[in-house]
């Protein structure tokens, strides 16, 4: 029988029978949930088995890949910069990458970039792990390509492309120069409670990382909108390019293997528990922490943002579902996560999801490793999602 693992505080004993639920009446395999109310560690809970097959138990330090919610993360470590003054959003790319104004970009703002709004969603030279692993030669397609719509006429989600442009930012910012992961694992990691990586060492101990079960491709496309479903399978189109280049990235499962792991994927190669993820956000938002952004930072994070030119239906998706600012997704008609617009967070294939809610001092993160075909609303977090709500009196 599985058990509900952790802690709770007694205000908030309700989540642990709908963790368990989850697991009896809705499949899941292993999961960690973590809740931060008023900056106070109110649940921290974890259960199921982190490997299916072998039996093995879900534990306290397990983490699972995370895919995009690793966008959060890194978007967050830019933040980080911009609290100390470094730069401003609405500044263009180029007056940190003089590289990045080729073809027609000079006058991109890193607002519009995180924001999914210029264009980059993919990148016309077939990637390798070898290209990856390469930051020069990685930093140099990436400034080199060409847009693929006016900036700020769509919003257009960049799946894998913006993970490798906040890094290629992020270390001509940085005073020291360090990409994404260096800089996270160096200035975040140390001071955080769980754990993140964006990439992992040679020696790190792949027993720790629960092993995914993938939901079927099939039912994944049949609960997108047509249009994007004829774009996905067409090889000429910007869908395509932008979700498949690297190919190798697209079967979730791989997302096991060291070699694609010790990779730095700011888009979607991260690995993570709850807590890591929710003493993150928590850390970056209270005065009391050594990471917190103040106020400054905070208020254009928590801004909601104008929409592009022609709306916010999304170039890539074909559908209305996703809002972006800073690298971040806001509160949306179909993913409204959280019942106001200050909200900010992060979500990634499979369901694993964390959302920061400033009105009611709320931090809420969960992973798993039975992963669902929906991108947004995943029912089994949904359901914590609500109960923690319902708990502190907020409709969600």
């Known amino acids: 029988m599985t058990k509900c693992n952790g802690h709770i505080n007694q205000e908030f004993k309700g989540i642990e029978r709908v963790f368990l639920e989850n697991f009896f009446r809705y499949g899941e395999i292993g999961a960690s949930f973590c809740v931060y109310h008023k900056h106070q560690l109110v649940v921290d809970i974890w259960g199921g088995y982190k490997n299916l097959k072998s039996r093995e138990l ?3 330090d397990t983490v699972v890949p995370i895919f995009s919610t690793t966008k959060a993360v890194a978007s967050l470590c ?8 470094l730069f401003e959003y609405e500044d263009p790319v180029c007056n940190y990458w003089k590289e990045f104004s080729a073809n027609g970009k000079a006058y991109i703002t890193i607002a519009q970039l995180f924001g999914h709004r210029a264009g980059l969603s993919a990148i016309n030279t077939k990637l390798t792990k070898e290209i990856i692993d390469n930051p020069v030669l990685l930093d140099e397609l990436l400034a080199n ?20 442009y906040l890094s290629a930012l992020i270390s001509r910012i940085d005073t020291k120069h360090r990409r994404l ?11 955080i409670d769980g754990e993140i990586r964006i990439g992992i060492n040679d020696d790190y101990d792949l027993k720790k990382i629960a092993i995914l079960k993938p ?24 869908t395509y390019r932008s979700m498949l280049n690297p190919s190798f990235l697209s079967n979730h499962t791989n997302m ?7 990779l730095e994927i700011g888009g979607a190669g991260g690995i993570a528990n709850a807590k890591g993820l929710a003493s993150f956000m928590d850390c970056l938002t209270n005065p009391k922490s050594e990471l917190y952004l103040g106020k400054p930072t905070l208020e254009i994070l928590y801004r909601f943002p104008e929409p592009p ?15 972006f600012s800073c690298g971040l997704v806001k509160p949306s008609k179909h993913h409204a996560f959280a019942p106001n617009k200050k909200s900010f967070g992060g979500f990634g294939a499979g369901g694993s999801f964390v959302s920061v809610d400033p009105e009611n001092e709320l931090i809420i993160a969960y992973t798993m490793n039975k992963m669902s075909p929906q991108i947004m609303n995943m029912d089994r977090e949904v359901r914590l999602r609500k109960a923690v709500y319902k708990i502190i009196n907020s409709d969600v």
Not at 78 to 84: E, G, N, P
Not at 183 to 190: A, I, K, N, R, S
Not at 215 to 238: D, H, Q, T, Y
């Open 58 to 60: 879900w534990q306290r």
């Open 78 to 85: 830019l933040a980080m910069l911009h609290s100390k003054g």
């Open 145 to 164: 390509q060409k847009p693929y719509w006016p900036v700020n006429e769509y919003q257009g989600y960049h799946v894998w492309t913006i993970g490798w």
């Open 181 to 191: 992961r260096d800089f996270f694992e160096e200035e975040v990691l140390p001071k």
């Open 215 to 238: 939901f079927s491709k099939r039912k994944g496309l049949f609960s997108m909108p047509f249009k994007f479903v004829k774009e996905f399978f067409n090889p000429w189109s910007i």
């Open 256 to 262: 096991n293997q060291r070699e694609l792991l010790q």
């Open 309 to 323: 030119i022609k709306g916010f239906e999304d170039y890539i998706f074909k559908q209305d579902a996703f809002i």
